[in-house]
């Protein structure tokens, strides 16, 4: 594959880059690497996202040590309430059988994938907190494996992209440049999948993170985090990291979340520390006369699933994402149900359970089967906050 063109040699796609919402500078960099928080306080507060293996509360009351009482007693509570959410977080959907498939070359977390046909076209990510990824790899649904292996652009971002497809091209939209929590690029960039050509796209006037991005009347739309105005938290922004959907000729974003780790202020390696987000799990619609309707809500507030969607029969099908953080030890709470939203009937149901809790899922659907790779995993049944990095593939056979 080769890269041609200068910043402007986009002129034969036929698409007008629209900005809506393109406002402010909130610099949410997301990294959902680590489940950390410090503390069990209960003000937002920094702290590092890679001091979690430091802090295991609800593992370490067991220990033999004689502790003080009331931080024995403190444990058992946050045991018993980290069962609590467990359970109350438990719908009961239908069972869904999952199989395991081949896994990725590589493990990826906030990576990106576009499905054409029966390839699944994955990008980017993280592999570590260190290291991103620059390249592409292809699964190939009739024969499940993976192969097809090339590079991005060098100056393409890592993580937190925006990306659509016509069905041939692919649109990639700014997203964080460099690991860690480093800045996003306003670069944008199209793949022609039939060549296996990278071009330029004109940059977006400001660069932005993980950009609600889709196609809708031959336009690129993307839609980016907004600030808040002055004392009036919330009001400003549509939130980061949710899923955009055009289906019967409406707009659809979904969940996402406000506030996201971010680069600690004056790291030389712009290491990531975590910051207050407030995750959503509203629906928005926007419709031929360019008004937003508000749908029915998630069941549970959900993001990081800019990927993690497919459309199945006139269904919206989302798996896995990040959900509210957990109310006393703050430790973020992954999620582990496919959710389906019926385009027929307006209702949210929830399909069934993934074989895990994830988040940052990339998800494809083929001949009756909805697949999904890659992201962060739970670090078991019986807690729900983010541990490894994962590349593996399951898919389970769709009946809705
Ligand atoms: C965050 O927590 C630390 C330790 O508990 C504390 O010293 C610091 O002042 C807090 N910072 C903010 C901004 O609340
Ligand atoms: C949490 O949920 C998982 C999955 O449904 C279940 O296997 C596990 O037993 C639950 N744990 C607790 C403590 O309720
Ligand atoms: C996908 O797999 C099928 C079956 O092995 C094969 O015919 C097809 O060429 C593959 N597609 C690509 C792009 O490799
Ligand atoms: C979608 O609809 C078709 C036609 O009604 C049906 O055969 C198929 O099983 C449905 N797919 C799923 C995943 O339920």
């Known amino acids: ?62 220990s033999p040590d004689p502790k003080p009482v009331r931080k024995e007693e403190e444990r058992r509570e946050i045991k018993a309430l980290m069962k609590d959410v467990n359970l109350t977080c438990g719908f009961a959907g239908g069972q869904l059988q999952w199989e395991e498939m081949a896994a990725a070359p590589v493990p990826r977390l906030d990576g990106a994938a576009i499905q054409i046909e029966n390839l699944l076209f994955v990008f980017a990510g993280y592999g570590t907190i260190d290291y991103v990824h620059s390249h ?7 024969d499940n494996t993976w192969g097809g292996r090339f590079d991005m652009p060098k100056e393409m971002a890592h993580s937190h992209l925006g990306m659509v497809t016509d069905g041939r091209y692919i649109y990639v939209v700014t997203g964080q440049y460099g ?34 991005t889709q196609l809708w009347r031959g336009r690129l739309h993307v839609m980016v985090q907004q600030e808040d105005r002055p004392n009036e938290p919330g009001t400003g922004s549509i939130g980061v990291l949710r899923a955009c ?28 520390a975590r910051r207050s987000e407030v995750v959503y799990g509203n629906v928005y619609m926007l419709d031929d006369k360019q008004k937003w309707t508000e749908l029915p809500p998630m069941p549970k ?19 896995g994402g990040t ?26 149901s929830v399909v069934g359970r993934m074989p895990f809790r994830i988040k940052t899922t990339l998800v494809g659907y083929w001949d009756g089967w909805l697949y999904f790779t890659s992201g962060q995993r739970d ?9 490894k990095v994962v590349g593996c593939v399951y898919r389970t056979k769709l009946h809705l």
Request: hydrophobic fraction near 40%.
């Open 1 to 62: 594959m080769a890269r041609f063109g200068g910043k402007h040699g986009s002129r034969k796609y036929l698409f007008v880059l629209s900005c809506i919402a393109l406002l402010g500078i909130a610099l949410v960099a997301d990294f959902l690497w680590a489940s950390s928080s410090s503390s069990a306080s209960s003000s937002p507060n920094w702290s590092s996202a890679l001091d979690f293996p430091l802090e295991q509360p609800i593992h370490a009351f067991k």
């Open 136 to 142: 592409v790899d292809i699964y190939n649904f009739t």
């Open 179 to 212: 690991p860690q929590c480093r800045g996003p690029t306003a670069r944008n960039f199209v793949l022609d999948t039939e060549k296996k050509e990278w071009h330029d796209l004109p940059p977006l006037p400001v660069p932005r993170y993980a950009p609600a």
């Open 245 to 272: 959907v055009v289906a019967n000729d409406r707009l659809l974003v979904i969940g996402g979340q406000e506030g996201d780790f971010m680069a600690k202020p004056g790291s030389p390696i712009f290491k990531c």
């Open 301 to 319: 507030p959900d993001s990081h699933i800019e990927f993690a969607w497919k459309m199945v029969n006139n269904s919206i099908i989302i798996a």
């Open 323 to 348: 959900t509210e953080k957990h109310p006393i030890t703050k430790k973020m709470v992954l999620v582990g149900e496919v959710f389906r939203f019926n385009l027929d009937t307006m209702e949210w």
């Open 379 to 387: 670090r078991g049944p019986d807690d729900p906050s983010p541990k």
